[in-house]
């Protein structure tokens, strides 16, 4: 068992999956730090001042000055809309940028060998039969 462990370990798609899930959570990390720290504020701006983060509906209890206020109360309930909007944003710039890293690096991998030739077309009847056949199995002509 520990030998097939090792086996299944060494393969390179394992290897390959821990890399990319690794460098998918730092990029993660990145991801919401420009969204947060840099498309947000501007676009708060654009909006007059609109601070996304803390915009938040008061769904049951009383009126709170800020989400943190609100969370803190256990029997308040909040529709947090403006988490939602950052974490819609950061799906859309994650989406785009993997887009955009799968566009430049495609070319850049090599074309699949095409398949081997396996079959030709009945002279007669145009349909598909094996290279070796001798006679039609759709017309039965000799060939």
């Given at each position: 068992?520990?030998?097939?462990f090792k086996a299944?370990?060494?393969?390179?798609?394992?290897?390959?999956?821990?890399?990319?899930?690794?460098?998918?959570?730092?990029?993660?990390?990145?991801?919401?730090?420009?969204?947060?720290?840099?498309?947000?504020?501007?676009?708060?701006?654009?909006?007059?001042?609109?601070?996304?983060?803390?915009?938040?509906?008061?769904?049951?209890?009383?009126?709170?000055?800020?989400?943190?206020?609100?969370?803190?109360?256990?029997?308040?309930?909040?529709?947090?809309?403006?988490?939602?909007?950052?974490?819609?944003?950061?799906?859309?710039?994650?989406?785009?940028?993997?887009?955009?890293?799968?566009?430049?690096?495609?070319?850049?991998?090599?074309?699949?060998?095409?398949?081997?030739?396996?079959?030709?077309?009945?002279?007669?009847?145009?349909?598909?039969?094996?290279?070796?056949?001798?006679?039609?199995?759709?017309?039965?002509?000799?060939?």
């Open positions: 068992m520990l030998k097939d299944f370990i060494s393969r390179g798609n394992v290897v390959d999956l821990a890399v990319g899930v690794i460098i998918g959570a730092a990029f993660g990390k990145i991801v919401s730090s420009l969204v947060n720290d840099i498309v947000m504020p501007p676009i708060g701006l654009l909006l007059g001042g609109v601070d996304f983060s803390n915009k938040f509906l008061v769904l049951k209890g009383g009126s709170y000055p800020s989400i943190a206020a609100a969370k803190a109360d256990k029997a308040a309930v909040i529709l947090s809309y403006g988490t939602f909007v950052n974490v819609v944003i950061e799906f859309l710039i994650v989406a785009f940028a993997v887009f955009v890293l799968v566009k430049l690096v495609t070319p850049l991998m090599p074309k699949p060998a095409p398949a081997a030739v396996t079959t030709k077309d009945c002279p007669f009847c145009a349909m598909p039969i094996p290279l070796a056949a001798k006679r039609c199995p759709d017309c039965t002509s000799q060939l």
